[in-house]
Nanobody, 122 residues
Framework: QVQLVESGGGSVPTGGSLRLSCAAS????????MAWFRQAPGKEREGLAV???????SYRDSVKGRFTISKDNTNNTLDLQMASLKPEDTAMYYC????????????????WGQGVQVTVSS
């Protein structure tokens, strides 16, 4: 049974950093394309970064250069290092796995975590 559990959220001031982690069970993170999404109140779920099975990555322009996605095959986690955080980064952050289609379309991911809150104060 596949399960994804996020951790590492919290509150930081503008310009701060956070590292999110998504612990996967039921499969090896290297075997599936995985991604980080976020959703702010009243907004659609937005894809931020994707880590493919071939070690390649892809980022949305809004986070490129500030966020880094990576897979830890030893600990079987998907991580998201976030730097230079802005108030507009405030949202619930979700880990997703098993892409079937376009990378930024959230219904194309089969498995989801429960989410973790990130709040950036101005």
């Amino acid at each position: 049974q596949v399960q994804l559990v996020e951790s590492g959220g919290g509150s930081v001031p503008t310009g701060g950093s956070l590292r999110l982690s998504c612990a996967a069970s039921g499969y090896s993170v290297g075997s599936k394309t995985m991604a980080w999404f976020r959703q702010a109140p009243g907004k659609e779920r937005e894809g931020l970064a994707v880590a493919f099975t071939n070690t390649g990555t892809s980022y949305r322009d809004s986070v490129k250069g500030r966020f880094t996605i990576s897979k830890d095959n030893t600990n079987n986690t998907l991580d998201l290092q976030m730097a230079s955080l802005k108030p507009e980064d405030t949202a619930m952050y979700y880990c997703a796995a098993d892409l079937r289609g376009l990378r930024w379309f959230f219904p194309n991911y089969r498995y989801w975590g429960q989410g973790v809150q990130v709040t950036v104060s101005s």
